[in-house]
């Protein structure tokens, strides 16, 4: 799911008082957004491996 699909449906459950369902919605949402690494990052991981 894309991070701009959580954060409609993170929207619609607050809306509705669906607080616990928000919460693991925006634990996925964190994870999602931390999975994302620059291309700078992974070069310079690639150098420091090599």
Known sequence: MTATALIYRM???AIAGES???EQLYETYVKEQRLH???AEMLQAKKESA
């Open 37 to 39: 690494a620059s291309i």
């Open 20 to 22: 616990e369902l928000n």
């Open 11 to 13: 929207i619609i459950n």
